[in-house]
């Protein structure tokens, strides 16, 4: 069994979404959790189009129908999860009533889902952005892993929480410690034991000691004049951040800013200094997957004129700092580097992923990798603990100035902000971008298919082609973020969850105009 | 579980309930020539060419889709059983124009294999005429139906595989076509582009377009390397010419997480990395716009701009951002080089955006 809450896998992940489909023609069954009628609701055995951000509310009440009814896996919550009291009384502030209000789908709907995850033997959950990307995202994170904790499903292969990642390798970058708070590894850098090794590890000494900056704190920083030089490597912020204008602006503010990129982009723009990177396929290293697995990337070409590795401009400009840095390749830094300083990664070399990949944990050359995480119900903590959070609204709600609601997300024929698929011919199967809207809003406004139309929100407007679809409920308008010109970024809201600094992309407050 | 016996070519083995024929022989290290048949789908017996001889059967019999039964003496390799392959290509090489010559499947072709294997020399039927107009009007995929065996592997790899439920058979007798949707182009219909279509096609009727005239089959080399897109990590083979430019690519059969199966950007938007926007040489701005720079001019700006800003300011009025598409190795020196030589933790990427 699924549940899929928050994630359009069809699109954005659309070969793990194959094995999926797999399994529901094989009898599976498969609750879809999202307000859009998206593309897995065709295989759904339930379709549950909860409101925009009630994703805690749902969950809750899905909890609330396991408790009250004592549906959940008892022993696995007594022997293996602490804070169950605390979730309980937390939970029964959810009664159906009030979670169906909130969520917009009937109490029976509801307490349908909790009784048919409640008879799975186990049940996968899978969520994406639709959890995340909102200003409670953490918070939507914790109830998940509650729902599964609840229900046993944690420590099992067709178990557990499965965030599926965006890009082929944010699993890598956050491994690799490009995050402000932790070494590579997941090492704190305000733990004093973990300075101390890579003090002696790197031959420095004094490493900071206080968590750094994350984006929107750099973003703000460049406005307030905190930060004043700004290195982006590979990033096309200016179309990737919510609220355009705002980050432009930010942007033209940094006394200095340097891009490493393949491709000028609008971000580029603001650079003073431009360096030209080696692109995939130009360089050997390794990506991390969704799964955690460590899988190798090859070299067939030169990079293009004198462009050169982004591991090569690093070690240069450490080496006119002041620092001279051994490893000289790849393999160099990941064999000698890494896997030596990352205890999840130690058992991973690379003469070890010549074919399929490694899973880490894998804490040594003889350990076979991690298929997945917390198994028997031994969580990598000790106990599995409860997080009770309570449900919050989107920061902008529709109102009667911006009555719609505004979600964004991918589609499936381009990537992000189209640096790569736009030049690769995916402009033939999707040439621009639109605002999808419901027959009924459509109807209500007079607006034809195709029709050119104006969506605005607080920050900004964009022209674009409505695209009148089913999937999309009443009330509700989607777009995505790969065109220039009718970004979502021009409308989205740039507020953070307090936690995580994750941008609520998946709800702000529009108006949709007949031009 | 339970084994039972049977005889193979006059051996006995051993085999488990639920197994083909097909099975039993490829266990045994019997190779029988297979054309329909796709692995991870169900077996059709459409292509004839797996046919065996079972005692006492009437006829000869698929071994893909016929189970292996207790006490079975089969034979994979019996007059009998050549007589009828070699018909069956011929018949096949009749069906279509199957001029190898100039099929971008020359090399990579099943049929052309059998037909080599079998010593076809010479096709004894008249060529049938194919009523099928060619489709080339996207830049990924040929569908040339006049090359087309209908043995409906495309078929199975879009339903049963990807489930994309795009194309099916469609019309009668001679006239019959792998139609998609109501026999619309695949642009119009519900497909989605994935090419699995292609990658398990055994003939030369659906090709990659960006591959033509970039190289033979035998002129390529074949490296695995992790897709660049999604989150998943497919495995992909890249097919790469002389020139050491890809010419197409295609999924890792076997490999793990996606066991051969790709979708539309992971086989067809590899080509961005040709782009004629690449940058290519450093760069610094200049009024308006950027002059182009030396490594040396460039790197040496930067080390002595930072070194500045980190006196003036401090190491944490530096920020920077890494990238969620490029290798771990260069976010690992990218957060070395601003915890250890910059001093400051202000490193990020876009992972919570």
């Known amino acids: 069994m699924f549940l899929c809450i928050g994630t359009n896998m069809i699109e954005a992940h659309p070969v793990a979404a194959t094995f999926l489909k797999n399994a529901v023609l094989n009898g599976a069954e498969l609750i879809v959790v999202d307000p859009r009628k998206q593309p897995l609701v065709t295989f759904a055995t339930l379709h549950v189009p909860i409101n925009v951000g009630s994703d805690i509310a749902f969950l809750n009440g899905v909890m609330h129908v396991l408790i009250t009814e004592e549906l959940y896996d008892k022993e696995f919550v007594s022997s293996c999860c602490v804070g169950f009291e605390e979730l309980k009384a937390k939970i029964l502030e959810y009664p159906l009533e009030r979670a169906g209000e909130i969520t917009g789908v009937s109490e029976g709907m509801i307490r349908d889902v909790a009784r048919r995850l409640a008879a799975a033997d186990s049940c996968m959950l899978c969520y994406t952005l639709g959890i995340t990307e909102h200003t409670c995202g953490k918070n939507n994170v914790m109830s998940t892993a509650n729902l599964q904790m609840l229900l046993g499903n944690m420590g099992k292969e067709c178990g557990g929480v499965n965030p599926l990642r965006g890009q082929n390798n944010v699993q890598g970058a956050c491994d690799m410690g490009a995050l402000p708070n932790v070494f590579p590894g997941y090492q704190a850098v305000i733990n004093p034991d973990c300075r101390a090794k890579f003090e002696k590890a790197w031959g420095v000494s004094n490493l900071p000691d206080k968590n750094g900056l994350m984006i929107p704190q750099m973003m703000e920083g460049l406005k307030s004049g905190a930060v004043k030089a700004f290195y982006i490597f590979g990033e096309n912020l200016a179309n990737s951040e919510p609220d355009i204008a705002k ?168 990537y992000h902000t189209r640096t790569q698929t736009g030049r690769a011919d995916m402009d033939f199967l999707l040439p621009e971008e639109t605002a999808d809207i419901s027959p009924a809003d459509a109807v209500r406004l007079g607006i034809e298919h195709d029709e050119l139309i104006r969506v605005r929100s607080r920050r900004g407007d964009v022209k674009v082609k409505a695209h009148v679809t089913e999937q999309v409920p009443p009330g509700m308008v989607w777009m995505a973020f790969h065109f220039r010109d009718a970004c979502a970024n021009w409308l989205t809201n740039p507020v953070f969850d307090p936690a995580t600094q994750t941008a609520e992309y998946k709800a702000c407050a529009v108006t949709v105009e007949k031009i | 579980m339970s084994h039972t016996m049977l005889q193979l070519n006059g051996m006995h083995v051993k085999f488990e309930p639920g197994q083909s024929i097909l099975d039993v022989a490829t266990n045994s290290g019997i190779e029988i020539p297979t054309l329909c048949y796709l ?218 997480p996606n066991k051969g199966r790709l979708c539309v950007k992971g086989r067809f938007a590899y080509d961005f990395i040709y782009s004629e926007d690449r940058l290519t040489t450093p760069l610094i701005k200049e009024g308006e716009g950027f002059r182009e720079a030396s490594w040396d001019e460039a790197l040496d700006l930067v080390a002595t701009k930072f070194t500045e800003i980190k006196e003036k300011y401090g190491p944490d009025a530096i920020a920077g951002v890494s990238c969620a598409r490029s290798i771990n190795e260069d976010s690992y020196q990218m957060q070395k080089l601003f915890r250890s030589v910059i001093g400051t933790n202000n490193i990020d990427h876009c992972a919570r955006t």
């Not at chain 1, 902008?396 to 024929?413: I, K, M, Q, W």
């Not at chain 2, 010593?119 to 830049?139: A, C, D, L, M, W």
């Open chain 1, 247 to 414: 980050v432009e602006e930010e942007l033209s503010l940094a006394e200095f800013v340097v891009c490493q990129d393949i491709f000028p982009t609008e971000t580029t723009r603001f650079a003073d200094v431009i360096f030209p990177a080696a692109a995939w396929c130009e360089d050997d290293g390794t990506f991390t997957n969704s799964e955690r697995r460590v899988s190798r990337v090859r070299k067939v070409s030169e990079p293009p004129g004198i462009a050169r590795p982004n591991w090569w401009i690093f070690k240069e400009l450490a080496r006119r700092m002041g620092h001279e840095w051994q490893s000289d390749s790849s393999r160099e830094i990941w064999d000698n580097e890494i896997s030596v300083l990352a205890p999840n990664l130690m058992g991973v070399k690379y003469r070890r992923i010549e074919k399929d990949g490694l899973q880490w944990p894998c804490p040594d050359e003889d350990h076979p990798g991690t298929c997945f995480l917390h198994r028997e119900g031994k969580f990598t903590c000790g106990l599995g603990q409860f997080n009770p959070v309570d449900w919050t609204p989107p920061a902008e709600v529709a109102d009667e100035e911006y009555p719609f609601v505004l979600s964004t997300g991918r589609r499936l024929y381009q």
């Open chain 2, 39 to 256: 692995k991870e789908a169900a077996p059709t017996g459409a292509c004839r060419m797996c046919m065996v001889e079972v005692a006492g059967a009437r006829s000869l019999v698929a071994a893909c889709s016929t189970p292996a039964a207790e006490g079975m003496e089969i034979w994979t390799d019996s007059e009998r059983v050549h007589r009828a392959r070699k018909l069956n290509i011929e018949l096949l090489l009749a069906s279509g124009e199957h001029d190898c010559l100039v099929c971008e499947a020359n090399g990579n072709c099943r049929l052309q294999d059998l037909a080599y294997k079998y010593g076809i020399i010479q096709v004894r039927f008249p060529r049938s005429f194919h009523p099928h107009q060619k489709e080339e009007e996207n830049p990924f995929i040929i569908r040339d139906f006049s090359r087309c065996i209908l043995c409906g592997r495309c078929v199975q790899a879009c339903n049963e595989v990807m489930v994309n439920r795009a194309i099916s058979y469609g019309y009668r007798g001679s006239h019959s076509k792998i139609v998609a949707g109501t026999d619309q182009s695949y642009f119009d219909s519900d497909c989605v582009f994935c090419g699995q279509c292609v990658q398990v096609c055994p003939v030369g009727a659906l090709v990659e377009r960006k591959s033509r005239y970039r190289g033979r089959t035998w002129e390529l080399k074949k490296v695995r390397t992790t897709c660049p897109y999604c989150g998943v990590g497919c495995q992909l083979w890249l097919h790469v010419n002389d020139e050491g430019r890809i010419a197409k690519v295609t999924a890792v059969e076997d490999g793990a």
